[in-house]
């Protein structure tokens, strides 16, 4: 992995615990909507605006449905 | 610059959603409610986080409504919550005042539109007054633009959206005069709303709106206890120059000089002290001077007997705000002190860290401005009670009631006995008595055990059954110090179980406390009282009293004193006993 890649992941990986408190850290970076209890509509908008806040970038509101998983946040964020 | 409700410190969305779980290990819960017709989302997040973090001794839940329901999710509000914030979009007033619904903009509905807004407006008053009758309650007015339905250029104002507001006013008026807590959302980010937002998800906001509004209204709801003094130096603070070398006829405070900053920060603490704050200066200074500066500029915006007292001289600052401490007799962190020197305020925060201290901004008009709505922040209260404005003069009685007593040949007894005293125990106050509430959540060192209360769990208590709510007024040959002390309890059985007790610093010394226990044992036929007490970091007074009554140094938990030992101990009580609302006692 490429240092910048596990510098995003380092970041977003705080993004997820400061939005699911109860996502042990192992299981972040596998975390995707379906399996984590909690990722509903309400709590993607706020994971959404946590992680804006923290790269500082504006991310598209309707992009949500696709941002569902660690994984495919992580590769948002890398194509910046 | 610093607006109303501003004080608190701003908070990324992250930081908010770790501000909500932060709380006291033996916190108790505090559930609020936040009404809204729109997705609550980050508001939510904001409102609690701020709501938390106001107070860590409470563990904040917040409950919202149903999407669209503004009136039904207000009218739903029950019983078991602490507090509630309402928050009104035109949208929740009338749809087509939103985007999210396609009813129409047509001139020809514009009237209706008006009419119908009057309607919900009645509806939601209503619902809004049953809330405040039983919790606190603020209410955020429409704070988003109205969509463009209006027929004439942006730069002109519609006649119905004037009746549209005029309408809204008049509705703040009559939910305001019903203890309503209306925010001011004057200093809000001007770029407020989000539609592509709102078209999404149903949350209009934009990020620094919701912060913004989610701060105000925890601040409204809960804002922290009301400081009782400042100290204020002289020279270029309170006036422009320095007395002792230019004398007190070049001192200035106006427009021509271009010092009219010192004058409106007279007009302000001429402000505070009448709503009961206490003033005092602290200056390095020629006693003389500042004398002759007091007695000769009658033209000052705040009488000089109200400052009281001033400490002039040479020594450092800390020494002259320890003295003006003695006199006061409150705590540290209920003091704001403030001096145009970064050095001294530097020199009074080392040796007085909890006390709020603050830099005069003698040349820098913004700066003082904000410091003008902090120093409403600090200090600000919903009412001004009676008792407010005679705090002053009672210290300066205070003061004089402690030199006659040591000057006097005459022993501390006969003192007491010439003091004309007459205690007033008002039983079973109304809720609407805020002094009540508001001296047991102020007071420190005359305090059984230091626990606070919210509005909704206070008037719970007086509810209980058994339950005896004593406010205590005072006055003597020297004037009145208006209501003083407050004792809360239930009684069962010939015993009284005391959860609260508290009495002003002012009013010591004057066996008042004794007076209470008596009346309590001779009006309910106590022979035993319990008291709830908890040792505190200053309320080592009370810690004396029962010591004295008990003849026991008290520590933690419940102490138990028999109304025989009481009266064994008990010293001569020489008050006049007045009782308010006697047919209202419950034996």
């Not at chain 2, 030199?403 to 125990?425: D, S």
């Not at chain 2, 919210?454 to 339950?467: F, I, L, P, V, Y």
């Not at chain 2, 209470?516 to 106590?526: I, K, M």
Request: aromatic content about 8%.
């Amino acid at each position: 992995m490429s240092a910048p890649a596990a510098e995003i992941n380092a970041r977003l990986t705080r993004c997820f615990a400061v939005v699911f408190p109860d996502l042990s850290p192992d299981r972040i970076p596998l975390a995707s909507q379906p399996d984590v209890p909690g990722w509903d509509s309400v709590a993607a908008i706020t994971l959404l605006t946590v992680v804006e806040e923290e790269f500082g970038i504006k991310i598209d509101l309707e992009l949500l449905p696709d941002l569902d998983s660690f994984a495919a946040l992580s590769e948002h964020l890398s194509r910046q | 610059m610093t607006l109303p409700g501003m004080t608190l410190p701003g908070m990324t969305l992250a930081e908010a959603l770790q501000a909500t779980r932060v709380c006291d290990a033996d916190a108790t819960p505090y559930q609020a409610a936040l009404a809204c017709g729109f997705t609550p989302l980050h508001l939510e997040t904001y409102f609690h986080a701020y709501l938390q973090a106001l107070d860590s001794r409470r563990k904040v839940q917040v409950r919202t409504g149903l999407f669209g329901d503004l009136i039904g999710n207000v009218e739903r509000l029950d019983d078991g919550l602490h507090a509630a914030a309402i928050v009104i979009e035109w949208s929740d007033l009338d749809p087509r005042l939103g985007f999210r619904q396609l009813a129409g903009w047509k001139p020809s509905q514009l009237s209706r539109i008006a009419a119908d807004l009057e309607a919900r407006l009645r509806q939601l008053e209503a619902a809004i007054r049953g809330a405040a009758a039983k919790f606190p309650v603020t209410v955020a007015l429409p704070s988003l633009p109205l969509p463009p339905a209006f027929h004439t250029i942006n730069a002109k104002t519609h006649r119905t959206s004037l009746d549209m507001r005029a309408a809204i006013a008049n509705f703040t008026v009559r939910v305001a005069d019903a203890g309503v807590r209306v925010v001011n959302v004057e200093g809000l980010a001007a770029d407020r709303y989000d539609l592509k937002s709102d078209l999404l998800t149903g949350f209009p906001y934009t990020q620094a709106h919701a912060r913004g509004l989610g701060r105000l209204l925890a601040s409204a709801l809960a804002s922290p206890a009301p400081k009782k003094g400042l100290i204020t130096d002289l020279d270029d603070t309170l006036w422009s120059g320095i007395v002792g070398e230019i004398g007190p006829a070049a001192l200035s405070w106006d427009l021509d000089r271009r010092t009219q900053i010192h004058g409106l920060y007279q007009q302000m603490l001429d402000s505070l002290s009448e709503q009961g704050v206490l003033i005092a200066a602290a200056s390095k200074n020629d006693p003389a001077a500042v004398d002759q500066a007091f007695r000769e500029r009658t033209d000052l915006l705040i009488d000089p007997e109200r400052v009281y007292p001033r400490e002039i001289g040479w020594g450092p600052k800390s020494e002259s705000v320890a003295r003006i401490l003695q006199v006061w007799n409150i705590a540290t962190d209920a003091v704001v002190f403030i001096d145009d020197s970064p050095l001294e305020v530097a020199e009074v925060q080392r040796v007085f860290p909890q006390m709020q201290c603050a830099v005069f901004p003698k040349s820098d008009p913004a700066a003082a401005l904000s410091l003008f709505y902090r120093l409403r922040d600090w200090f600000g209260k919903d009412q001004i009670e009676a008792d407010d404005a005679i705090r002053a003069s009672s210290i300066r009685r205070a003061g004089e009631l402690q030199q006659a007593t040591t000057a006097g040949a005459a022993g501390q007894e006969e003192f007491l006995r010439g003091l004309e005293a007459e205690i007033t125990f008002s039983v079973n106050p109304p809720a609407s008595e805020t002094r009540i509430l508001e001296l047991v959540n102020k007071t420190n060192q005359f305090n059984l055990n230091g626990v606070r209360y919210d509005d909704a769990t206070w008037r719970r208590m007086q509810s209980q059954e058994g339950a005896i709510t004593l406010g205590v007024s005072y006055r003597d040959k020297f004037g009145p110090l208006g209501t003083i002390a407050v004792l809360h309890g239930r009684a069962s059985g010939g015993r009284i179980h005391v959860e609260t007790w508290v009495m002003s610093c002012r009013a010591f010394s004057r066996r008042i406390e004794h007076q209470t226990l008596r009346f309590l044992a001779e009006q309910w036929g106590v022979t035993r009282f319990d008291f709830a007490f908890a040792v505190t970091a200053k309320n080592g007074p009370l810690q004396a009293l029962l010591a004295e009554l008990s003849g026991a140094a008290p520590t933690g938990g419940t102490i138990t004193l028999s109304a025989a030992e009481f009266r064994k101990r008990c010293p001569e009580l020489a008050h006049r006993v007045l009782i308010k609302e006697a047919e209202a006692v419950a034996r």
